[in-house]
C-alpha cells in the first residue's frame, strides 16, 4: 500500500507539473530520441557524444520505444514506478536494521518525500540512480554481514558499475565501497588466506566488466581514454574556476563561461576527449602555481551542498529558482539521531559503514569537484532509511527531559 501511494504522489506530480527539458535533460531528450531511431548515442548534428554518461540516456530511450514517440511524461510515469521501488528498498533496508514497524515508517517517509516527488516529473539520471544505488546497498547487506557468496559479490559489482553508467559521480561510491570492503575482507585474511580475497576481487571484476565495453566505445570513437564520460574536464576546471555572477558571487554549478579565455580556447577543440583533457591539464597547472586555492574553497563548497537550499528538483521559475528544502531540513535532525541508534543496534556496526560509503563518496566528490543540493539528492533518500529510528530516539530524549522537569518541580 505504502508504495501504491508512492506511485500515485509521482505520478499526480509527473501529471500536474512536469518540468520541460532543459540543460542536462535536454540532453537526456536528445539522446534518447537519438538512439530510439537507431541513429547511435550522437547529438543532433550527427556527432558522437560523450559528455553523459549512457545509462540514463539508454532507460529513457527504452520507454520512448514503448510509448511509441518522444514522449517525456511516459518516461515521468516510468519514474514513479521506479520511485515506488526506491520506497520499497528504503523500507526494506529500514526493516532490517530496526525492525518491521519502523521499516514501514520508513517507507511512508519515503513515499512522501518531496525532493523524491519532484524529481520524478523531470528527466533527471537520478530518478534511475537512487533506485540503483539502493538495490546496490540492499544487495550489499548479505555481503558485509559475511552471509553472501560470489553470486551476490558479482551482483554488486555489476550494479555498482550500472550505476556508474547512470551517474559518473558513482564512481566515488564504487572506490569508497571497494577500499572499506578490501579492508573488511584483510581482516579475515589470516584465517581464510587468499579465498578472503576472492569477493573483492568478483565486485572489482563486474563492476569493472560493466564498466569496460562502453569505455572501449569511447576510445574507438575518441582515440583517448574515456572511462565513462568527457565532462569531467570541464567540471574540474570549474570547480576551481567557477563563474562569477553580477554581484561577483561564485556560481557553483555552472559551467557554462564563454568569456573565459580558457574556455575559448578550449571550445576550438573539436574531439571532445581532448578537450577535456585540456581542461583538466589547465586545472593542474593552476593549482600548481597556486595550490592554496584547493583548500580556499572547502568550506564554501561544503556549505553548498549541506545548506538546504535547492535550485533544480523543485519545481520553480526563472525569476525564483531558489527554494528552501523543507523536507530535507526537518528530516536532518532524525537522520542524525538515526546514525547514533543504528550505531547501538546489535551487530550494525558493519551496516553502519555500509551507508556511510554513501555519504562518504558525496563528500569526497564534493571536495574534489563542488557541493550541490543536486548531488545531494542520493545522498538524502539514503538518509531516509534512519529517519523514523532518528524520530523515535528525539521521542524518547524530549520524554526524558520531560521526567526530569516532572521530578525537580515535584
Not at 266 to 288: H, I, Q, W, Y
Not at 338 to 365: F, I, K, N
Request: net charge positive; glycine share 8%; proline share 7%.
Amino acid at each position: 500500500m505504502v508504495c501504491a501511494l508512492a506511485f500515485v504522489a509521482r505520478a499526480v506530480a509527473a501529471m500536474a507539473i512536469p518540468a520541460a527539458p532543459e540543460v542536462d535533460a535536454a540532453d537526456y531528450h536528445m539522446l534518447a530520441q537519438s538512439l530510439a531511431a537507431d541513429r547511435g548515442y550522437v547529438d543532433d548534428a550527427g556527432k558522437p557524444f560523450g559528455f553523459q554518461p549512457p545509462g540514463y540516456p539508454v532507460f529513457v530511450a527504452a520507454v520512448y520505444r514503448v510509448a511509441g514517440g518522444a514522449h517525456p511524461k511516459a518516461v515521468y510515469l516510468a519514474q514513479a514506478v521506479l520511485g515506488a521501488g526506491s520506497v520499497a528498498l528504503i523500507a526494506l533496508l529500514a526493516a532490517h536494521f530496526f525492525g518491521p514497524s519502523l521499516g514501514l515508517a520508513a517507507g511512508a517517509v519515503a513515499a512522501f518525500y518531496p525532493m523524491l516527488i519532484y524529481a520524478s516529473r523531470a528527466l533527471m539520471s537520478e530518478n534511475l540512480y537512487v533506485f540503483i544505488l539502493l538495490a546496490t546497498l540492499w544487495a550489499a547487506v548479505p555481503l558485509v554481514e559475511k552471509r553472501g557468496g560470489a553470486g551476490r559479490a558479482a551482483a554488486v559489482g555489476a550494479l555498482l558499475g550500472l550505476g556508474t553508467l547512470v551517474r559518473s559521480a558513482n564512481i566515488f561510491v564504487a572506490l569508497v565501497f571497494g577500499w572499506w570492503f578490501l579492508g573488511q575482507s584483510m581482516l579475515g585474511f589470516r584465517k581464510k588466506g587468499a579465498l578472503a580475497l576472492v569477493p573483492v576481487a568478483l565486485v572489482a571484476a563486474c563492476c569493472a566488466g560493466t564498466i569496460l565495453p562502453w569505455t572501449a566505445r569511447n576510445y574507438v570513437t575518441f582515440g583517448h581514454f574515456v572511462p565513462v564520460g568527457t565532462s569531467d574536464g570541464l567540471t574540474l576546471y570549474a570547480s576551481y574556476w567557477p563563474p562569477l555572477g553580477p554581484t561577483g558571487k561564485r556560481l557553483w554549478g555552472k559551467v557554462t563561461m564563454p568569456e573565459d579565455p580558457v574556455y575559448a580556447e578550449a571550445m576550438k577543440l573539436e574531439n571532445p576527449a581532448e578537450r577535456s583533457r585540456f581542461f583538466r591539464r589547465k586545472t593542474l597547472d593552476g593549482l600548481r602555481a597556486d595550490p592554496f586555492r584547493i583548500v580556499k574553497y572547502l568550506p564554501e563548497k561544503l556549505v553548498f551542498l549541506f545548506l538546504p537550499i535547492d535550485y533544480e528538483i523543485w519545481p520553480h521559475t526563472p525569476e525564483a529558482p531558489r527554494h528552501v528544502n523543507w523536507g530535507y531540513l526537518l528530516a536532518f535532525l532524525p537522520m542524525v539521531l538515526g546514525a547514533a541508534a543504528l550505531w547501538r543496534v546489535r551487530d550494525s556496526r558493519l551496516a553502519v559503514w555500509l551507508l556511510g560509503v554513501v555519504p562518504a563518496a558525496t563528500v569526497a566528490q564534493a571536495l574534489i569537484f563542488y557541493g550541490s543540493p543536486r548531488f545531494r539528492a542520493p545522498l538524502e533518500a539514503v538518509f531516509l532509511v534512519l529517519v523514523p529510528a532518528g524520530a523515535l530516539e528525539l521521542s524518547r530524549l524530549l520524554q526524558g527531559k520531560t521526567r526530569k522537569s516532572t521530578r525537580r518541580s515535584g
